[in-house]
């Protein structure tokens, strides 16, 4: 099973076994990972499952966010990076065993 680190604000980590299949956001609420929120269940209608994807990850996970995930960003409470994703839009593969996402200060 792929593990992924989640990485809060405060430096804090926690690496996780995340199911092939399942994607980001999905994976850290099943877990307890604060710092995700995922108030509209990935349907990529809010931006509160934001995430900052670790420099060395942003193309295995499909490079910078897509135009639809932009714009949705342009609403999360955070600032907006580069290697802003919005973690319902990454599943989880055996590809991305070791990836590190990092949370943002808060996601209103
Ligand atoms: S959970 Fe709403 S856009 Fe990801």
Redesign the pocket.
């Known amino acids: 099973m792929p593990h992924i680190t989640y990485v809060a604000h405060d430096g804090a980590s926690q690496t996780l076994d995340i199911t092939a299949g399942e994607n980001v956001?999905h994976g850290a609420l099943y877990n307890g990972v604060e710092g995700i929120v995922?108030?509209?269940?990935?349907?990529?209608?809010?931006?509160?499952?934001h995430c900052y994807i670790d420099a060395a990850w942003v193309d295995k996970v499909g490079g910078p966010a897509s135009d639809a995930e932009r714009d949705?960003l342009g609403s999360a409470g955070a600032e907006v990076k580069p290697e802003s994703r919005?973690?319902?839009q990454i599943v989880v593969s055996d590809a991305l065993d070791g990836l590190v996402v990092h949370m943002p200060d808060r996601q209103f």
């Open positions: 956001m995922g108030e509209c269940g990935g349907a990529l209608a809010c931006a509160t499952c949705m919005l973690a319902c």
